[in-house]
């Protein structure tokens, strides 16, 4: 299929194991044009060697240290110019004819800036865990849901979107890309649904997702809730979800503290929550459950099990 230039972004960084994959997802898709980027922060493993064979076939790349995960991919954009725009993450990769369908599906739907699907997760051998299929794209059940909405791996905009919500935000880690898709509800603009698996999601000890279960993720979640949630200039459309919202990410970063076994940080963000917003799902509720166990019984059944 032929159509408008994509653009692409992948941010790396020591993933040298999976990248090939990844770059090879990307070049093998039969769409184009694409133009394709890499930005590596400086990787001491085989990243560069990955990156070198198949360079004469990317738009730009370099590897030098950076400020992380979101400066990556801003300074990749910065090298761009496609009228749709994505990334992907060095551990994931796009299923063959993703491009294609995706933007099939915004030429299909004009008014919509962003095209998003389903993900098939994986483990570090590429064996299949689940399929993960995204949350409704409505920005009050998107605020209050406490994570994101959109899989990542699997969507595409328009550049139109990115100069309304972007660049990526710098000052966060862990929840940026939520932000960012948040933005864009924000704003009041719509997004359109492929209920199939676009990209795969890998899930391994070095990845995004597992971070999240670090004290580190919890701080940067608190922040989140209380800077932009509790914030003056949160958007109008994000007003009348502000306190279920910071309520929900207070939970997550409790179950993120509980994870990391500092149990008595999880059990009184947890308690913050209820003051915001009692209401929660059974689900929810089992889970934060296991804030309000003493912390040596939890360390001991953790031994028992170990």
Request: overall charge positive.
């Amino acid at each position: 299929m032929t159509g408008p230039l994509v653009s692409i972004v992948t941010p790396s960084f020591q993933q040298g194991r999976f990248l090939e994959a990844t770059i090879r997802s990307v070049l093998d898709q039969e769409y184009e044009p694409i133009e394709y980027v890499v930005v590596d922060g400086g990787s001491t493993d085989e990243s560069v060697d990955v990156i070198q064979r198949y360079a004469d076939r990317l738009a730009w790349w370099v590897s030098e240290p950076d400020r992380g995960q979101p400066h990556a991919i801003n300074k990749g954009f910065a090298r761009t110019s496609g009228e749709h725009m994505a990334y992907l993450n060095s551990d994931d990769t796009l299923l063959p004819g993703s491009i294609s369908r995706l933007v099939a599906e915004l030429e299909r739907d004009r008014d919509a800036l962003v095209a998003f699907g389903d993900a098939e997760f994986v483990d570090e051998e590429s064996r299949p865990i689940k399929r993960g299929q995204p949350r409704v794209w409505e920005v009050g059940a998107m605020a209050r849901c406490g994570s994101g909405s959109v899989l990542q791996p699997s969507s595409l905009w328009r550049r139109r979107a990115w100069e309304l919500a972007g660049p990526m935000d710098e000052t966060y880690q862990y929840v940026f890309d939520t932000l960012f898709f948040l933005r864009i509800a924000a704003a009041g603009a719509k997004a359109t649904y492929l209920p199939e698996p676009l990209a795969t999601y890998r899930i391994h000890r070095g990845s995004k997702s597992a971070r999240m279960m670090e004290t580190a993720s919890a701080t940067e979640v608190l922040r989140f809730a209380d800077s932009y949630f509790g914030g003056s200039d949160l958007p109008s459309a994000i007003r009348p979800h502000a306190r279920a919202a910071r309520a929900a990410y207070y939970r997550r970063a409790a179950l993120s503290l509980y994870n990391a076994g500092d149990v008595g940080a999880a059990r009184k963000t947890f308690l913050r929550s209820l003051l915001l917003r009692p209401r929660m799902s059974a689900q929810t509720a089992r889970y934060m459950a296991r804030t309000l166990i003493p912390g040596p019984l939890v360390h001991l059944r953790r031994r028992l099990r170990g």
